[in-house]
């Protein structure tokens, strides 16, 4: 699975997507907002660890995730 923060502009909120390793986009989701859409994919146990991930992480760097 691979990571991508992306930085919002004017009103846009920074976003983060989830993509598999196909590139398939298995999630968007706002960075302050991640509950719901970790939840849907059965990740809501690992969110905490994502999000320290995308915490560090700079805009529009795609990083793969092993979980």
Known sequence: MYVI???GV???PDYVQLRDD???LLAYFRVDRPDKSLEKL???E???D???IVKEMPFGQIKKLEL
Do not use: P
Request: charged share 35%; net charge positive.
């Open 42 to 44: 059965g990740l809501s």
């Open 50 to 52: 994502i999000m320290e």
């Open 22 to 24: 196909e590139f398939t």
């Open 10 to 12: 004017a009103k846009i």
């Open 5 to 7: 923060k992306v930085k």
């Open 46 to 48: 690992k969110a905490a």
